[in-house]
């Protein structure tokens, strides 16, 4: 069936089996394969994007359910290349190691910091991650990197209040 | 000539240059090669743990829409099966057989013998992956079940279900080291003596890549080429070209694209690697295969798997005197490619740990069964010797009424007695255990324990602290001495450096990253040594037409082996430049100075040459003297003289809830010694991953078999991972006490920290229910134990 | 991947969607997250799914006259724990929402999706049951309503459509609180408690409602449980001897728990729930 969905901004049509997943259409239909594939059982969270802003798992969503949305994958996060800030955090804090769950981690944690002001204490952040599993970093360098891109946004907002003062 | 001390690069937390690919989404792991006219495969894997095939019918399979290939192992009759390469060493052993009289391993596809569920039957080749998984879902396989077995003891008992003709009452080796006599005197004079009978669980790695592999075949070259999730892009070249294939080691080549973690799992050969090329030979296409979740979970290697009777002998006042371990380690159905050395030497030789045992044996029955096939696991051998040592000493400290610490800190091998030789086969090179032993007391707060008991009984709350300490043989290592137990190949690494006319640095190493940030250390061990730049070396491995030969990534090798392969071979680039440097400004050679990057002659650094001015000289070779070839590009091949051993001390301490019995690890102290440290934001980053993989293995993973030998826990529904809320931050700490084995100094790290976690949260549980007289709790350590323990009822859970 | 074939409609009306539903094969797809994951691993079958998320006329949630609160059966896991009229409300239907641990789940999972899956004891249920809600059903024998009891002991009726859910909002005397303990691996309930508890001026229960699942076969309310506990104190000393009261064979063992250790754990999270609900 023809399906019609915008990815990462621009309009896609596509054409996809009834039984095709989210995450089959944007690796092998679209070549989006930063979204990775983990688990046959939706526990890994590789596969994370988002889905009209909010974060989805892309194998447990038909293809077809996604017809009229918005998705955004890893490819479609920042402005061009540039990295967010949240991004620019994790690396910072060198939240990934093989980068395998990393694209995934990107997409839902970038759901828990999108309001500017979000400030998720550490087990707000721990708990959010139930849905994204990581054999490498143990977590705690991505719980860090959270942590980080809150605080520098704080650290902006200050700044800038003073600088507004001045 | 001079070599001054160049820069300090070496030890700084520099940025990991990996990182920013990797949270783009932007590298290319197997499941995200395509190349033109692929065609994908997939494979059937038996659905009896053992059993007769009495026939396949795959002709609905082949009429299945888009259908290119199926393939059974009459496909295959010329093909070799795969071989063992680490094997029990100095006993007798028996495999299955291999042409070459080699020990073997298992056929590329089982033909009339299934003998653990999952192992691969068929497989269909298809234009797409979907319809290939369907296809297999056609074929109809006629078996005839047999009678199975999952427990090493049970299979090596007279009467048990035989798996291989080869290998008598399926046991593969019986494998021991240490003194015997001087043990068992020991221990029958010892004044206090303490046993357990433990069983260190089966666990299934789970990294969150499965495997794949893409095989293609260039038939106007005839070259192969594999891509796949490996560790050992060079190991399995050779293995494959020469023990499978039959194929001239020249036409192919492994390539190793992004791996997303292995933890041990991917340095092995498996099934699907000469498939996917052999098919894409015939089929004169690409060939892809990817695993899925529950494929990897029935089918790549699984870690672990001892059942043991371990004794400790003391006097009253202390002093161990001697320990004891026997031990069932369960092969699986087939030796993985360096399964049965894991088994045997990295776990029996360790068991003594950190302490200056007088006597101590190991002995190890190991045995093939109706299961996933055994390898390494982060830590692996070496977690399982920590975690019987460490649970022994607790015991003992009970029993002689003295504290955990008190008996450790008095048994601790002497910093003055180094290189000590443990008596089990490990000459331990260098340590300062006290201090490290006493760091980690000190940084956890180990003194004032009391209080927080108190505190935490009033909150309804058992908390408990458990220490845990270990040595870690890592560095493989010495080729020759890898021989002796039993490696069948040479265990060194190697290195190229080559200095581009423009002064930029091309690195190559035999390793292969599976997340460790290779490029970023190796960048920074060639630019500390020549003094530049870092942003100018790039480094390049895991493809075996770029990289000279190595041995891949495993056993926390890579920075203590390629590591110093490149140090010696950035030598080589200096002393060059060096010699070269005497001719053009005219100066005997030992009045050459080559500092920071720059080349000069002794009191003359104004008129000196930048690196890139020289590798540019160099380059164009003009007016230098002919016994100074053109160019910079040294190779180095690294084989050191011993291994390494890294060690530390790790205190947990947990919260038990008296009602529910479930367990928490509210704080965890961690003081590793890897020697010196290239880059402490990548050691950091893999010892807070091990620990956390640690910590999986006590409190919820375990690969669970039913009586037919299926896989109950084969998809992340049924196997538990920890999660981000099963942590707490770490506390971490380090001693620093450098190995002469290499000139880095550097002591492994990536898997050490995996060794100690599980007998430390052991410990803490145990000493959290020690008024209630409990002396162990096996793994994992779930909620209804513990709850057991707390209701001094046994019984075990359904 | 899902290696079955099946066609997919997507109705707009909820007479439409009763109708699809009437052939063999047909099923409900709402966040999918239970149904996709059967049809993966081939746990699940269906020739063909109808997704009823274009059915405008289940999503909301609104206050129904005095004391009622209609939530639509679209309304995901993420949308009640976040909702403030269900929280304050139906703060154990919001808790029971929250505790699935997964963000991405909670965006996609429903209401009726989650009183619906089978196969798995979910969280939802509990909280419903607990709560006295009645649940709205549509069917081609057209609008139908089950009470909680008739949902506890009945499940639901083959080929209904969950349209939303009825919930007689918290009355002053009534509290209400979920308790859940995860299993390792999935997350989804070991077992899960919800109590409603009203207390008398002396800290006696008045009146009392517990569900239970996870440790029990299905689904269901502890009565025997709430008469033993009805007129006295709810402590945890007293809400254990409840549990131990009652037949041996009311809790199952499930996911390497022991059915004597999951009825141990159902009291202690019953004993926690009403700690909570009488603190309310
Ligand atoms: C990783 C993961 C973790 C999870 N953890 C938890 C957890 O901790 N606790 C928990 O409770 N659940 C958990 N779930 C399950 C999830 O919450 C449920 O899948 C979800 O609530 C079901 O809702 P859905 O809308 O996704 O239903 P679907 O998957 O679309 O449908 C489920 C079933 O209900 C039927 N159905 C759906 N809507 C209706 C309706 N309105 N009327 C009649 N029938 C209907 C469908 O036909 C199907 O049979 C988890 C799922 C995953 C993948
Ligand atoms: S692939 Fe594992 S959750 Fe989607
Ligand atoms: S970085 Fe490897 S799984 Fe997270």
């Not at chain 1, 394969?33 to 974060?55: E, I």
């Not at chain 2, 992956?129 to 090493?152: F, G, S, W």
């Not at chain 2, 093939?368 to 390494?376: D, E, I, K, R």
């Not at chain 3, 909280?127 to 006295?132: C, S």
Request: charged letters at 20%; a negative charge; aromatic letters at 6%.
């Amino acid at each position: 069936m023809k399906i019609s969905l915008q990815v990462n901004g621009a309009p896609a049509d596509v054409e996809a089996e009834p039984n095709e997943l989210l995450v089959e259409t944007l690796r092998d239909g679209l070549g989006l394969t930063g979204t990775k594939v983990g688990c046959d059982t939706g526990q890994c969270g590789t596969c994370v994007v988002q889905l009209d802003g909010k974060s989805v798992k892309s194998c447990l969503l038909l293809t077809a359910q996604a017809e009229g949305s918005e998705v955004t994958t890893i490819e479609g996060v920042g402005e061009g290349r540039e990295l967010t800030d949240l991004q620019e955090a994790l690396r910072a804090e060198h939240g990934t190691q093989c980068g395998f769950c990393t694209p995934g981690m990107v997409m839902s944690l970038s759901e828990l910091v999108a309001d500017e002001n979000a400030a998720p204490s550490e087990p707000e952040i721990r708990e959010w991650l139930t849905g994204n599993l990581c054999r490498c970093t143990g977590y705690h360098s991505v719980v860090r990197g959270v942590q980080r891109a809150c605080a520098m946004r704080t650290a902006d907002t200050a700044a800038a209040a003073t600088a507004a003062k001045e | 000539m001079t070599i001054a001390e160049t820069t300090s690069l070496l030890g700084q937390p520099i940025d990991i240059r990996e990182d920013e690919q990797l949270l783009r989404g932007e590298a290319t792991y197997v499941a995200d090669l395509r190349l033109p006219g692929m065609a994908h495969m997939a494979i059937l894997g038996s659905e009896h743990a053992h059993a007769r095939i009495n026939g396949i019918d795959t002709s609905a399979a082949a009429a299945m829409p888009g259908v290119l290939k199926v393939a059974t192992a009459a496909d295959f009759a010329g093909v070799m099966p795969l071989p063992c390469i680490w094997i029990p060493g100095g006993v007798e052993s028996h495999f299955p057989p291999h042409p070459y009289g080699l020990p073997g391993s298992r056929p590329v596809l089982s033909g009339d013998v299934v003998r653990h569920v999952g192992d691969p039957i068929a497989v269909v080749v298809a234009e797409t992956p979907k319809q290939a998984a369907a296809a297999v879902k056609a074929i109809v396989v006629d078996y005839e079940p047999l009678p199975v077995v999952t427990r090493a003891d049970r299979a090596i008992e007279d009467g048990a279900p035989q798996l291989h003709e080869a290998v008598p009452n399926n046991l593969n080796a019986y494998w021991t080291c240490g003194d015997k006599e001087r043990t068992d005197r020991n221990l029958a004079e010892a004044e206090v003596v303490v046993e357990l009978d433990l069983v260190n669980q089966r666990t299934i790695n789970s990294p969150m890549e499965p495997r794949g592999a893409v095989g293609h075949y260039d038939q106007a070259t005839g070259d192969y080429t594999l891509y796949a999730s490996t560790q050992g892009p060079h190991n399995h070249r050779f293995l494959l070209a020469a023990l499978v294939l039959g194929i001239p080691f020249n036409k192919l080549r492994v390539v190793a694209p992004t791996v997303g973690g292995s933890f041990g799992t991917k340095g092995y050969l498996y099934p699907d690697m000469p498939l996917v090329l052999l098919l894409s030979k015939e089929l004169n296409r690409p060939v892809k295969w990817v695993d899925t979740r529950t494929g990897l979970m029935n089918s790549t290697v699984q870690g672990r798997d001892h059942r043991q009777h371990v004794v400790l002998g003391g006097t009253r006042d202390g002093r161990i005197t001697a320990v004891r371990c026997t031990s069932y380690a369960n092969l699986g159905a087939y030796p993985s490619t360096i399964g049965p050395g894991v088994a045997t030497a990295l776990m029996g030789r360790s068991i003594t740990g950190m302490y200056d045992v007088d006597a101590a044996f190991c002995e190890v029955y190991a045995a093939f069964t109706n299961t996933v096939s055994l390898g390494a696991q982060r830590g692996s051998g070496r977690a399982e010797a920590a975690f019987l040592m460490e649970r022994l000493v607790d015991k003992y400290a009970t029993e002689i009424g003295v504290d955990p610490a008190a008996v450790r800190r008095q048994n601790l091998v002497p910093a003055t007695k180094f290189p000590y030789d443990n008596g089990l086969g490990w000459t331990y090179d260098s340590g300062n255990y006290q201090e490290n032993f006493e760091k980690a007391l000190e940084m956890a707060g180990y003194a004032d324990m009391a209080g927080r008991k108190a505190e935490a009984r009033g909150r309804g709350k058992r908390l408990g602290v458990g220490i845990a300490t270990y040595v870690a043989i890592c560095g493989v290592g010495p080729s020759t001495r890898m021989s002796q137990e039993g490696m069948l190949g040479g265990t060194w690494e190697s290195c190229n450096i080559r200095v581009h006319p423009t002064g930029e640095v091309a690195v190559t190493v035999g390793s292969a990253s599976t997340g460790q940030s290779h490029e970023t250390i190796f960048a920074q061990v060639a630019a500390d040594q020549l003094g530049i730049d870092p942003a100018t070396v790039r480094v390049y491995e895991a493809d075996t037409l770029k990289a000279p030969y190595g041995q891949g990534t495993y056993g926390s090798r890579s920075y203590s082996m390629a590591g110093p392969a490149i140090a010696l071979t950035a030598q080589k680039i200096k002393d060059k430049m060096c010699r070269a440097g005497a001719a053009m400004f005219k100066v005997p050679e030992d009045k050459v100075v080559y500092a920071n990057g720059k080349i000069f002659a002794e009191g003359d650094e104004e008129n000196g040459k930048t690196f890139a001015e020289m590798a540019m000289a160099m380059w164009y070779h003009w007016y230098l003297p002919q016994d100074i070839e053109p160019a910079l590009d040294e190779t180095t091949h690294f084989d050191p003289p011993d291994f390494n051993y890294p060690f530390g001390t790790h205190v947990a301490v947990v919260e038990i809830d008296e009602l529910t019995g479930e367990t928490e690890v509210v704080a965890y102290t961690a003081v590793d010694d890897a020697g010196n440290i290239g880059n402490p934001k990548i050691v950091e980053g893999q010892i807070e991953g091990s620990i956390t993989h640690g910590l999986g293995q006590v409190l919820m993973e375990a690969a669970e078999y039913d009586d037919e030998g299926h896989l109950i826990t084969s998809d992340l529904r049924t196997y538990a991972l920890p999660r981000a809320a099963d942590v707490p931050f770490f506390q971490l700490g380090k001693t620093v006490t450098p190995t002469p084995h290499n000139p880095l100094g550097a002591k492994g790290a990536g898997e050490i920290a995996t060794v100690p976690p599980a007998a430390a949260v052991a410990n803490a549980v145990v000493d959290a229910l020690s008024d209630l007289g409990v002396q162990h709790i096996d793994m994992p350590i779930t909620p209804e134990k513990v709850w057991r323990a707390l209701n001094g009822t046994s019984g075990a859970a359904q | 991947m899902i290696l079955t074939d099946f066609d997919y409609v997507k109705p707009g009306t909820l007479g439409e969607a009763v109708a699809l539903l009437a052939a063999e094969g047909s099923r409900v797809l709402a966040g999918g997250q239970s149904l996709l994951v059967d049809l993966r691993t081939g746990d699940g079958t269906a020739t063909r799914l109808v997704d009823i998320r274009g059915i405008a006329a289940l999503r909301g949630v609104r206050r129904e006259g005095e004391g009622r609160l209609h939530i639509g059966a679209l309304t995901t896991l993420a949308e009640l724990a976040a909702d403030p009229l269900v929280r304050a409300g139906a703060p154990a239907l919001a808790e029971a929402a929250r505790a699935n641990g997964d963000p991405q789940v909670r965006n996609l999972g429903t209401l009726g999706g989650n009183l619906a899956a089978t196969g798995r004891a979910t969280d939802l249920p509990v909280a419903v049951i607990a709560a006295d809600a009645t649940i709205n059903l549509a069917g081609r024998g057209g609008q139908e309503t089950l009470t909680a009891d008739a949902y506890a002991t009945r499940g639901l009726p083959a080929g209904a459509v969950i349209t939303s859910i009825e919930v007689p909002v918290r009355e002053h005397r009534h509290h209400s609180a979920f308790e859940k303990t995860a299993d390792r691996a999935t997350r989804y309930p070991l077992c899960a408690v919800a109590v409603r508890a009203a207390y008398a001026g002396d800290g006696t229960a008045a009146d009392l409602r517990i569900a239970v699942t996870g440790a029990t076969a299905r689904v269901q309310r502890l009565r025997g449980v709430e008469e033993l506990l009805l007129g006295g104190p709810t402590g945890t000393g007293e809400v254990l001897a409840a549990f131990r009261a009652q037949p041996r064979d009311m809790f199952v063992p499930g996911r390497g728990a022991s059915a004597e250790y999951l009825g141990h754990l159902a009291g202690v999270l019953t004993a926690r729930a009403l700690a909570r609900a009488a603190a309310r």
